[in-house]
């Protein structure tokens, strides 16, 4: 049974990746809540090519939808878009951008994804990303960098104007030993796997029961640019052999999707590069015959994947 729906679920994944290859570049392969994934997107997930800001805005949203869900107060985190960082950072006057940034009111953890982008025509432009993670409470920022201090100028520029909208005088910022990245283009993912490494850390501490300080340091082998690639395309394979090319509506989290999709579904999906599911396949698995909560589904299926790449599985 088990090997039987391991064959199953691999076959789903190939027939995604079959049908999604088969796209233009330009088309959109997967609308996921607020995000549109585009074929491009998917391809700059191959070795040795750049993450844009679609695929970190992707995977921010990702986060929020599959880890957060388990947090006492997902309101203490804030994942900014790089087009909400990068918005902060040519700001003459970031108090006017408080009704269009989410608030800092209940905020303790804020990740901003930097990017040393200084062209206002150009929201995509820019060489290198990098992480800056700042501590509300604390007033304290930490800095990671791939690619030694190559972003430390444009970070305190986002960290100064987040102190004001932080009704704050200052951060005191560190800047912390980095894994280093070893060509031109792992920036982009290695801020993903920060970002998801850091965000499991203070989750795990906060289930704890001893309530220790936040561990701010990285070892290299915890973060890995190969296994990020991977991890971000599994990501975006599994969404959409599991529930098709759309994926989200103006409800929060928990939307439900009904697996006993009507046949004009399950035709729309088989074309989307998902598989049908025939009467035995759902009695074989219970999940199929009822009601599926996405973020629930979202984060098992993150944190199995996580495992096994963790675990070489």
Same mark, same amino acid.
Request: glycine share 4%.
């Given at each position: 049974?088990? %090997? !039987?729906?391991?064959?199953?679920?691999?076959?789903?994944?190939?027939? %995604?990746?079959?049908n999604l290859l088969r796209m233009r570049s330009t088309d959109i392969i997967l609308e996921y809540f607020d995000v549109s994934v585009y074929r491009q997107d998917f391809? !700059?997930?191959?070795?040795?090519?750049?993450?844009?800001? !679609?695929?970190?805005?992707?995977?921010?949203?990702?986060?929020?939808?599959?880890?957060?869900?388990?947090? $006492?107060?997902? &309101?203490?985190?804030?994942?900014?878009?790089?087009?909400?960082?990068?918005?902060?950072?040519q700001s003459q006057n970031p108090l006017e951008l408080k009704d269009v940034l989410p608030s800092l009111e209940q905020a303790h953890y804020v990740f901003l994804p930097? !990017?040393?982008?200084?062209?206002?025509?150009?929201a995509e432009g820019g060489s290198h990303w990098s992480l800056l993670i700042v501590d509300l409470q604390k007033k304290e920022g930490f800095y990671y960098d791939t690619?030694?201090?190559?972003?430390?100028?444009? #970070?305190?520029?986002?960290?100064?104007?987040? #102190?004001?909208?932080?009704?704050?005088?200052?951060?005191?910022?560190?800047?912390?030993?980095?894994? &280093?990245?070893?060509?031109?283009?792992?920036?982009?993912?290695?801020?993903?796997?920060?970002?998801?490494?850091?965000?499991?850390?203070?989750?795990?501490? &906060? @289930?704890?029961?001893?309530?220790?300080?936040?561990?701010?340091?990285?070892?290299?082998?915890?973060?890995? %640019?190969?296994?990020?690639?991977?991890?971000? $395309?599994?990501?975006?394979?599994?969404?959409?052999?599991?529930?098709?090319?759309?994926?989200?509506?103006?409800? +929060?989290?928990?939307?439900?999707?009904? #697996?006993?999709?009507?046949?004009?579904?399950? @035709?729309?999906?088989?074309?989307?590069?998902?598989?049908?599911?025939? +009467?035995?396949?759902?009695?074989?698995?219970?999940?199929? #015959?009822?009601?599926?909560?996405?973020?629930?589904?979202?984060?098992?299926?993150?944190?199995?994947?996580?495992?096994?790449?963790?675990?070489?599985?």
């Open positions: 049974m088990i %090997a !039987n729906k391991s064959t199953k679920r691999s076959f789903k994944l190939f027939t %995604a990746l079959v391809d !700059n997930l191959r070795e040795d090519q750049w993450l844009n800001d !679609n695929n970190l805005t992707f995977w921010y949203e990702y986060l929020e939808r599959s880890e957060l869900t388990e947090a $006492s107060n997902p &309101q203490e985190f804030l994942l900014l878009r790089p087009s909400m960082v990068f918005l902060l950072a930097i !990017n040393d982008n200084d062209d206002v025509d150009l690619l030694d201090d190559t972003n430390v100028a444009p #970070a305190e520029v986002v960290a100064k104007k987040l #102190a004001i909208l932080d009704n704050c005088p200052q951060f005191t910022l560190y800047s912390l030993p980095t894994p &280093q990245q070893t060509n031109g283009s792992d920036c982009g993912v290695m801020v993903c796997m920060l970002t998801s490494h850091f965000l499991r850390k203070i989750l795990d501490m &906060q @289930s704890s029961d001893t309530k220790k300080s936040i561990e701010w340091h990285v070892e290299d082998n915890l973060v890995s %640019a190969k296994r990020g690639r991977h991890l971000l $395309s599994y990501a975006i394979l599994d969404l959409i052999s599991k529930y098709g090319r759309k994926i989200g509506s103006s409800e +929060e989290i928990g939307i439900k999707l009904d #697996a006993n999709k009507t046949k004009e579904d399950s @035709s729309s999906s088989l074309s989307c590069g998902t598989t049908t599911t025939t +009467e035995n396949d759902q009695s074989e698995d219970s999940e199929s #015959a009822v009601p599926v909560d996405i973020s629930k589904a979202i984060r098992r299926s993150h944190h199995l994947h996580l495992h096994r790449r963790n675990h070489g599985i």
